[in-house]
């Protein structure tokens, strides 16, 4: 094999791929990007078994062939060569790297032992505005679970396809957000979990080219997103995702009306004090037109308040802060309507006059509470 490539393109093309590259898993192959020539272009792989990365990009092409060479060596060796260009031949399984008065000889792994990425045959296809997908990530991703989760299907982001809607759901077991948008689909419905990392890479490398469309194709057990010229391959979570329709209260006895910024900036005015979210609630009263914030830790104890407008009964009610401000600062609008039942029950923030987004936060008992 042999080829040569701009430096600058193949610099980011290695560090975007390296991000499916395995760091846990002592098996030499996977640790490494697979390099693969054909007649006019260069193709990049990283794969852990469980989330890949793929990317094209034009090259002059001597001789195809395929090599696997460990990434962070890979990694490294490009981006700190000077050359403009950067020419790369394999004899067997020894590479010769060069790039101006720059020349390393490294050792690679034969691609025969480098496992087949899967492929989604027959799938459902979507097609999605970038930008429209990113908003909608944004305001569900901070809900998903994390890996220490004890119900590994919440660690994912789930999507439900149904005619020309889109709907991302998130919960971690404190918190609930659901974000629902009018796309152009017309396929039967179907819903499936994509994990957390593999949205979080996706996000890193959308293109800045927001009015750019992403392609989706799902199969029962993976999903390949292409989006510019990389395809993200990752397998799907399977297990009984949270009923959310039946967490979400159908009734309310105090809703609230209040500026977006302002909620933040008061619950972010007592952080000072906080010592631990879980021990340190904020205690927030609801009553008179007014936002009354307030906590007390060994550090010291902190009350500001702000305007709200206030119908139904008084409420005294608890939360974790930074829950509180998560769900505040994904909201898109320049107020929220936040309706409660009691200080017990969950807690729904929503726009004023729609529900294109929802999200749900569990209060935390209060000290003086039964």
């Given at each position: 094999m042999k080829f040569t490539c701009n430096t600058k393109n193949l610099n980011d093309a290695c560090n975007n791929v390296m991000r499916a590259v395995s760091v846990k898993v002592t098996m030499p192959t996977i640790e490494g990007i697979l390099i693969e020539c054909g007649s006019e272009t260069l193709s990049l792989t990283g794969y852990d078994f469980e989330f890949g990365i793929n990317t094209t990009l034009p090259a002059t092409v001597s001789e195809p062939g395929a090599i696997v060479i460990k990434a962070k060596v890979l990694c490294d060796i490009i981006k700190k060569i000077s050359g403009e260009s950067v020419c790369i031949e394999t004899n067997g399984t020894s590479v010769l790297i060069t790039s101006g008065a720059a020349q390393y000889n490294i050792t690679g792994i034969d691609a025969d032992e480098y496992p087949e990425l899967p492929s989604v045959q027959g799938g459902y296809p979507l097609f999605i505005n970038q930008s429209v997908l990113q908003q909608m990530v944004m305001q569900t991703l901070f809900a998903v679970a994390e890996s220490e989760s004890s119900k590994p299907v919440h660690t994912g982001l789930k999507f439900e396809m149904t005619l020309n809607q889109l709907r991302l759901i998130g919960v971690d077991?404190?918190?609930?957000?659901?974000?629902?948008?009018?796309?152009?689909?017309?396929?039967?419905?179907?819903?499936?979990?994509?994990?957390?990392?593999?949205?979080?890479?996706?996000?890193?490398?959308?293109s800045p080219d927001k009015d750019k469309e992403i392609s989706i194709s799902i199969g029962k057990r993976h999903i390949i997103f292409e989006v510019d010229n990389y395809s993200i391959i990752s397998r799907l979570l399977e297990g009984d995702f949270l009923d959310y329709n039946a967490a979400i209260p159908k009734t309310c006895s105090t809703t609230v009306l209040i500026n977006t910024q302002d909620a933040i900036a008061c619950i972010e005015r007592t952080l000072p004090v906080i010592e631990n979210n879980a021990k340190?609630?904020?205690?927030?009263?609801?009553?008179?037109?007014?936002?009354?914030?307030?906590?007390?830790?060994?550090?010291?104890?902190?009350?500001?308040?702000?305007?709200?407008n206030i119908s139904g009964n008084r409420v005294e009610i608890g939360f974790n802060s930074k829950y509180m401000t998560d769900a505040l600062g994904a909201a898109d609008t320049d107020q929220v309507r936040i309706e409660f039942n009691g200080p017990v029950q969950p807690v729904k923030i929503m726009p004023l006059n729609d529900e294109r987004f929802l999200f749900l936060v569990l209060p935390m008992r209060l000290k003086n509470e039964a």
């Open positions: 077991g404190y918190r609930l957000a659901v974000r629902t948008e009018t796309i152009k689909y017309e396929g039967e419905d179907v819903t499936f979990i994509v994990p957390k990392k593999t949205i979080r890479e996706l996000i890193k490398i959308m340190n609630p904020i205690r927030c009263l609801f009553d008179n037109d007014e936002m009354r914030v307030s906590t007390v830790s060994a550090i010291g104890r902190v009350v500001d308040y702000t305007h709200a």
